[in-house]
């Protein structure tokens, strides 16, 4: 019938470059098209380091996937996944333990389509198409309420993603809101791209992503840790990914802020009060 | 520590016992694995990173110290590096140039196979398998795109199709009229109750515009509102309509329409819903006309006004402008007394007919509407978008046709109208706000006279709209004690040639919140519009009463009389002899002790209110005195005909005696005699005015006895009337002094 859209919706359009597929170009993905290979390109001419700056960031998922299992956790949330590009979150966490179970949430429907043609055959693991930004619609999805017990601790993963949302978008108000269904014990983990350092270099790799379907709104190290309102920060804290829990500290190097990217884990303290009594009285 | 080999250079020959190569390879493995690390994202655990890289190594030992040469394993190693994911854009280069470095110490070979050849053998084959590898895996991930992208796109149409479906269900089953329509009006599909509905068949609604359905009457609005749609915010509109049938018919409808979108959101078309209401309608609009309309004119009547103004402001297109007018007539009580109230009806049916003329070349009729609003006040609701209709043109219109005398049972009657026009933007102003201002504007027009007209006037309107709020809080305020008193002390040389404060003239204060401090002249206009004049005066004569009744009982007979200055309508109010006697009574006071001044004007006819007031005051033994006095010679006949015990002479009068230099000889003589024959027919002439004391000795000279200083508020007003006083007493030489005090 004539009058029904034939047209694909917006996330399909490979003219436009995607921020999940320039991702998987800098860590050597082939899940790109020209588009995303030409901003990739451009953008490293403003940071000439982006691909380590990637890198570092895939890797800093990796650790806190292991430290996460290591510490119990046996569930995870990875909202904004994007392309599964390599070391995706249920190959890590179920090498350790194959019962984890890991849903995926992207918003973009060709990551959403790859994402199940990777997770074929494996029952522990799903993607929901959603939206960040609704965290009823992520949280309510069948799929997720099929494989997540929200009575139990979960990881929650937003991994270079937060960055995506602009201010008026309210990023501490939606965390807050995926935060009251965590049970106690789980952990929230996020990366997140700032201007702190290289002013100038990062303002211009904002630019580049003015143009794709995912602008960047950078925040300082202050405005990133009070992302993890109502989480208590474990060690090392807020620091640079590359310091976060390094496999490799000869690696870390002497310049772990060319990243540019602040990486942390929370954990959602298990009373209703943040600081205990016991707690004041050892400091 | 080292066992020199033969004749073979370099360190390989170093490494031949099993302990040194196991430092060896634990050495590289470290090494190796921390390059790997840091050249690609691979985030396994160090020890498994270790282990893992541990048998690379041990092939490549393989591989270099075969005999004869077995290159297998390095070619295991290029392809396990791409399967363990090392694909960082430097992880080959950093790997190849570690082992080169490395590998060299193995030995390796024999005789022309040198450790050289054996090293560059082993990293060739390892790098062209691992640019294999590479290849296949890029294949492969392109594989699974494409196959992503088809299936993004599968599931897109999937999900389409189902909708579709279940669209298709509803559409064709329910009982709710349905046509779909493009963005520019032109019907495509429609189902089987829309036939129903109006007579069409599907296929004769093809290619038509829904713009054709539409009744005559609602063609403007509805093309608004469909045209409007696709940039409003909701995405929909609901609304009654009438519909025109196939036979010609009107359906009397309920529309349901909305906006469909593309899934970027993009307007492509428009569903609209039809409920036919018709017999509905039939049922309640004999009732809906009468609440609706106006039964003398035949026009609609406020409430539809004012609802079809709601509906005009809400969600105006871009560019809408809105001119609300009033036409207020005026002389149709004299018509209804004089000769009937079939008159006055008659003259308001066909002022009706005349505006609906005059309106109708202004504005076309979908824009237009007149309503009478009541008694003789007519309401124009105007719209248009891109030319401004001619107002003056329209006002002298108006103005012209009324100007026409209405020829009724042998009279030829006219009537005047005061005309208010507000032109405004549809979308920056309210309803409440229009019709505010439209009623200011003719308020305004009003007070300055008669077969009037005018604009409003932004600024003007924000004084009007504070005016009538100050006037309209005003009652609140004096009941809720916002009003205070201020004293105007009167001083009069005593009989021992000393200033003394004979009396007070009592004057009321409001020290309002939202308006500020607002004076005793601006207080009793304000009370004057809304026509609480009298309970100020009222306040006022009760407030005087017991601040005199207070004086009485320290200073006994000589304490000061208290005195109140009525406005024109108060004088006149049938209550004011009640009100005064009550006071008198209340405080024990005598007539002389509190005072009441009428204003003169309000004694000019005889027979009125006002003067068997002042009549009956005068009877009471209650001193009267009268204000304003002097503004035409024939005031001075006033004293003759009531016992008057003093008045306020008027500006006009005794300025000149102040400033003889600026005045003719004519005047200063006018003004002399006249203050003469007030003392002549034994009155007191007293001079109100702040700047008047320091002409004090001059008035004197003239005859005034007494002479106002300027309000002083409650709380300081007795330490005022001693100062006046004692300041007298001691410089009897210089009263002009001592007036001038505190004030």
């Known amino acids: 019938m004539e009058t029904w859209p034939t047209r694909l919706p917006k996330g399909v359009d490979i003219n436009q470059p995607s921020a999940a597929r320039v991702y998987d170009y800098y860590l050597g993905g082939a899940c790109n098209f020209a588009a995303d290979r030409d901003l990739a390109r451009r953008a490293a001419e403003a940071v000439p380091w982006v691909r380590d700056l990637a890198r570092a960031n895939r890797s800093f998922l990796g650790r806190v996937v292991r430290f996460m299992v290591e510490s119990g956790i046996r569930q995870f949330l990875d909202i904004g996944s994007g392309v599964p590009t390599l070391g995706n979150v249920h190959e890590i966490a179920q090498s350790v333990d194959p019962s984890c179970r890991v849903v995926y949430v992207d918003n973009e429907p060709v990551a959403v389509a790859h994402s199940e043609l990777l997770l074929e055959g494996n029952e ?58 965590l049970a106690p014990g789980s952990f929230f983990a996020l990366s997140h791209g700032t201007a702190d350092v290289f002013p100038e270099r990062m303002g211009e790799l904002v630019e580049f992503y003015r143009s794709s379907s995912n602008p960047v709104t950078l925040r300082g190290k202050a405005e990133v840790e009070r992302l993890f309102t109502g989480f208590d920060l474990v060690e090392p804290g807020l620091v640079w990914t590359a310091q976060w829990r390094p496999e490799f500290p000869e690696n870390v190097g002497e310049h772990p802020e060319r990243c540019a990217v602040y990486a942390g884990v929370g954990v959602k303290a298990a009373g209703a009060v943040a600081s205990s009594p016991a707690e004041s009285r050892t400091t | 520590m080292s066992e020199p080999a033969h004749d073979d250079p370099g360190p390989s020959a170093a490494w031949r016992s099993g302990e040194e190569l196991t430092a060896w390879r634990a050495d590289l493995v470290r090494e190796w694995a921390r390059v790997i690390a840091a050249s690609s994202s691979v985030s396994r655990p160090r020890g498994e990173l270790e282990d893992l890289v541990g048998g690379f190594v041990d092939r490549l030992t393989d591989a270099m110290t075969s005999q004869p040469l077995h290159i297998q394993p390095a070619r295991d190693v290029g392809a396990d590096l791409v399967a363990a994911e090392v694909v960082g854009e430097r992880s080959l280069r950093d790997s190849i140039a570690l082992l080169g470095r490395w590998l060299p110490v193995l030995g390796g070979g024999s005789g022309a196979d040198s ?106 609005d509805l093309t608004y509102q469909y045209a409007a749609l696709p940039h409003s915010g909701t995405g929909r509109f609901r609304r009654q309509a009438r519909l025109v049938r196939k036979d010609g018919e009107t359906a009397w409808t309920y529309l349901s329409v909305s906006l469909l979108t593309d899934p970027d959101g993009e307007p492509t078309h428009m569903v609209t819903a039809v409920e036919d209401v018709s017999d509905l309608y039939l049922l309640k609009e004999r009732f809906k006309y009468q609440t609706l309309y106006d039964t003398l004119t035949d026009l609609p009547n406020r409430q539809f006004f004012t609802s079809r103004l709601e509906a005009v402001l809400e969600r105006p297109p871009v560019g809408t402008r809105v001119l609300l007018s009033y036409v207020d007539l005026e002389g149709l009580a004299a018509i209804n007394t004089a000769l009937h109230r079939d008159v006055g009806d008659y003259v308001i049916r066909t002022v009706a007919g005349k505006l609906r003329t005059v309106f109708s070349e202004f504005f076309d009729e979908p824009d237009l509407m007149l309503a009478r609003v009541e008694g003789g ?89 504070n005016r009538a709020r100050a006037s309209v809080t005003l009652p609140g305020a004096l009941e809720s004690g916002e009003f205070d008193l201020a004293g105007q002390p009167l001083v009069a040389r005593g009989p021992d040639g000393e200033n003394e404060v004979v009396g007070v003239r009592f004057a009321a204060s409001w020290d309002s919140l939202e308006h500020g401090s607002v004076g005793h002249d601006e207080c009793l206009r304000l009370a004057e519009e809304v026509g609480t004049d009298r309970q100020l005066g009222e306040w006022l004569i009760r407030r005087a009463g017991e601040e005199a009744q207070r004086w009485h009982r320290t200073f006994a007979s000589a304490a000061p009389f208290a005195l109140v200055c009525l406005t024109q309508g108060h004088a006149a109010d049938q209550d004011l002899v009640a009100v005064v006697r009550r006071v008198l009574t209340d405080t024990g006071l005598s007539g002389d002790a509190l005072r009441v001044s009428v204003p003169a004007g309000a004694l000019r006819d005889e027979l009125g209110e006002a003067a068997d007031n002042v009549a009956v005051l005068a009877e009471l033994g209650i001193s009267v005195l009268l204000h304003d006095f002097g503004d035409t010679a024939g005031n001075i006949a006033l004293l003759d005909r009531y016992p008057i015990r003093g008045v306020l002479l008027a500006e006009s009068v005794w300025r000149p005696l102040c400033s003889p230099q600026e005045h003719s000889a004519l005047v200063r003589r006018a003004c002399t005699g006249f203050v003469k024959l007030v003392r002549e027919a034994g009155a007191q002439a007293i001079v109100d005015g702040a700047d008047a004391v320091a002409h004090v000795d001059r008035l004197r000279e003239f005859g005034v006895d007494v002479i106002a200083g300027g309000f002083t508020p409650l709380a300081r007003l007795d330490a005022e009337i001693d100062a006046l006083t004692r300041a007298g007493r001691r410089q009897p030489a210089e009263p002009g002094g001592g007036p001038t005090g505190s004030a």
């Open chain 1, 124 to 181: 522990l693991a799903t993607v929901v198409q959603g939206d960040l930004r609704d965290p009823d619609g992520v949280l309510g999805d069948a799929r997720t309420t099929a494989l997540l017990d929200f009575d139990e601790p979960i990881g929650l993963l937003m991994v270079a993603l937060l960055h995506f949302l602009r201010d008026d978008e309210d990023p501490a108000g939606i965390i807050e809101r995926y935060r009251r269904r």
């Open chain 2, 115 to 220: 450790v050289s050849q054996r090293v560059v053998a082993v990293l060739g084959e390892l790098a062209a398998s691992y640019a294999e590898a590479m290849r296949d895996r890029t294949v492969e991930i392109q594989e699974n795109l494409k196959l992503a992208l088809v299936k993004a796109k599968e599931d897109t149409e999937r999900t389409l199709r189902v909708s579709q479906a279940r669209f298709e269900e509803v559409f064709n089953s329910v009982a709710v009229g349905m046509v779909i329509s493009e963005l520019d009006g032109t019907m495509g599909r429609s189902n089987e109750a829309m036939t129903e509905i109006l007579g069409y068949s599907p296929q004769e609604m093809v290619g038509r515009s829904v713009h054709e359905l539409f009744y005559i009457e609602d063609l403007a």
């Open chain 2, 377 to 465: 006040m007519f309401a124009l609701l105007g719209r248009y978008r891109d030319s401004a209709p001619d107002l003056v043109g329209l006002v002298s219109s108006v103005q012209g046709e009324l100007a026409e005398p209405i020829y009724v049972g042998g009279h030829g009657v006219m009537v005047t109208a005061g005309i208010a026009l507000v032109d405004r933007a549809a979308n920056e102003v309210t309803v409440e706000e229009l019709l505010a201002a439209a009623d200011l504007t003719l308020r305004r027009v009003k007070r300055s006279g008669k077969a009037q007209w005018g604009l409003y006037d932004p600024q003007q309107h924000i004084q009007d709209l």
